[in-house]
């Protein structure tokens, strides 16, 4: 960054250049600072260096913007060790952004706060230890306990990566024995964060479990007996200030990670409630170190009843009020309604967010079941904690995949290729259609019309478990209209509840009005629920949205009642040019047809993957027939599922489809809306397969289960992409109509002809 001093040199440079006879001066030169290239390799050396450069770079560093400044003058202070001036930077630097109105800015940098005044005593002969034990018992020990867990994660660091990015910053300096402006810059920003950190996360574990039994009465090591003769691990955290029984928000997972697990329970207290974590039988939250029962461990199959179990614990002990909420994300809602199949009394609420639904988003969409979740079983089922190592080994389920797909394997040998079995998909395996297996784990048709507890229901446009959100809320609606379900989804991610609502998401800028807080709504929705609170403001109605480019939420009943029309567009086979067809109002001949012929055989796209970005430059269609619509000449708001009808000839007996919209902006970029992912044998009944008939017309009816709300603005067009599926990320069905699981390359000894006819359309729900 350059100082007013120099862009004033610059300035005044360009007037002489104006002025005739003026000679051209030489360009003022770029600040460098000496730096001693020992330093860079040992670390006492480095110490001594850093603070001379620190105060070198302090003399000459200005910036306009006052926040960008103070946040790296705190830094320079810290480092060349002007500790009181660091802490009095960091004061002002808050008071201007809470004079701006941010209120979180009261505690920001706390841990470097923390630091500063610990090194100030140990000036003063303080011991660090204690000096550090002082400071954080005075300025993190005076924080409510809510404040207190906000600002806990800033002090949980990566140290080796911290340590690589030092390595890296310090190469300038190695290299050539000294630094510009900007090297000079990020060394001390580097160097700083590893100076505070390097003291502080040895001793943080310690700090914080003092702080924590001040503020909580910590239940660890829980076991709860399930009628069969089963245990539970759980862990119960009490607000320590509590006297009277309290209401109790359960957790119930299959995550056993204690830190995680604790993270949560206290969060609850934090809020004024009972803190309950329990994991799935056969996992401990202590891990292989805990007295784990002998049990195995079956994702999904057991969890309901368990989870019913424990909540019937809950309320008979001392501390409970005899109700109970439950709450969690993904795996953790399935079990909230799991749970509710059984109908426990003490049960009083759901809040569940980014819902799985086993059998139908897990791990099978539409019966096609998804690579994803292969790795997942190793992870939840190694060990009574998580294997974090072979599921985060993405080089080895990348391989996998990839052999899998080019060398035209059965799917059900996908471990034999991995080379460790893998019992728990190949049960899954055994179980296609939505049988009873499946039907077992959650509420199944009239069970839903039995569930009269609030529901409270939370999911992304960009979240994968959103088809699971929208199965529940489809069925428990439908089965009792007068279901307490409320929805709420945005641009949020699927751990959007755990980490926040971020502000770009796969390619898309956020709108502002987009950016809640979804753990406050949480709280503030179960403070509703079962202490008579208010009802929290977003929550106006059964279906609570926000509208993607319109910088607004809206509000309605029912999803229909999101659209109060609908844009049908034909699949029209006529050539809009080289490489796309026609999206149009106006239904084609009857004549009209497209003719695919998609190869099983040909493995040639073995490396391709889909793109990680909703927002993206191009649209990769992947072997899909792409239809174009006109340009809209009018901002259009599309809000809802959008469906369609399918209308065929196929010489196989069996197929797999995709249909994808989205939307091509005017500037050329695609943002993808939705899509629906199907098998076409059960199309009719997810539960029972029903083969097509080889060379015969067929009508098939969809309907997307990903909810999306979006203003179009004019200039742009509808794009539909249609697939039948044949890639590396997902089983394949050849279409012989025998176990797709079992069918190998050697089964498409010619390719499946389709021919597309003019009656397939997409119906688009838009707000006039």
Known sequence: MKSSIFRLAALLALLALSLPGVARPAEPATPAFAFPREAASDDALLAKAMPALARDVARIYRDEDPDRDRVTRFRLQM?????????????????????????????????????????????AGTPLDSALRDAFGMLYGALDDRTALRVQPSFDVGMPRALDDLRKALAPAAERGRLDLPEALALVRRYQFVQVFSELSPRAPALFAEDDARRYRIERDVWIAM????????MVVHPAAAKDPLPTLLGFTIYANPDWLLADAKTVAAHGYVGVVAVTRGKSIAGDAGVAP???????????????????????????????GMYGGSYNSFTQWAAAKHRPPALKALMTSASAAPGIDVPMQGNVFMNFMYSWPFYTTNNR??????????????????????DGGAYRDMDRIDGTPNPVFRRWLQHPGYDAYWQAMIPYRDEFA????????????????????????????????????TLVIGPFGHLAMQTGVARNIEGYDVDPAAMVDLQALRYAWFDHVLRGGPKPELLRDRINYQVMGADVWKHAPSVAAMANGSLRLYLQPEKRDATTHRLVATAPPKSASLVQRIDFADRSDADWTPSPLSLAPTLDAHGGLVFVSDPIDAPTEISGLFSGVLDFVVDKRDLDVTVELHERMADGRHFSLSHHLGRASYARDRSRRELLRPGERQRLAFRSERLTSRMLEPGSRLVVVLRVNKQPDM?????????????TAADADTPMRVEWLGGSYVEIPVWR
């Open 385 to 406: 904690s998580l294997d974090d190592d072979a599921y985060g080994d993405q080089a080895r389920w990348d391989a996998l995949n990839r052999r899998w797909y080019a």
């Open 450 to 485: 039995e569930i009269d507890i609030p529901v409270l229901a939370t999911t992304g446009y960009f979240d994968g478990g959103r088809v699971g959100v929208q199965y529940y809320f489809d069925e428990h609606t439908r089965r009792n209209p007068r279901a307490d379900h």
């Open 227 to 234: 009628p069969d003769g089963a245990r539970i691990s759980a």
């Open 294 to 324: 002998a049990e195995p461990i079956a994702p999904f199959e057991h969890d309901g009843a368990d989870a019913a179990a424990t909540i019937g614990w809950i309320a008979r002990q001392p501390w409970s009020d005899g109700r109970v």
């Open 79 to 123: 480092v060349a060790d002007d500790m009181a001036g660091s802490v009095a930077t960091i004061h002002a630097l808050r008071r201007t952004r809470m004079d701006a109105g941010d209120a979180s800015a009261a505690t920001l940098y706390l841990q470097y706060e923390i630091f500063a005044m610990a090194k100030i005593a140990e000036t």
């Open 731 to 743: 089983q394949i069905n050849h279409g012989t109509g025998g176990d797709v699981s079992s069918e």
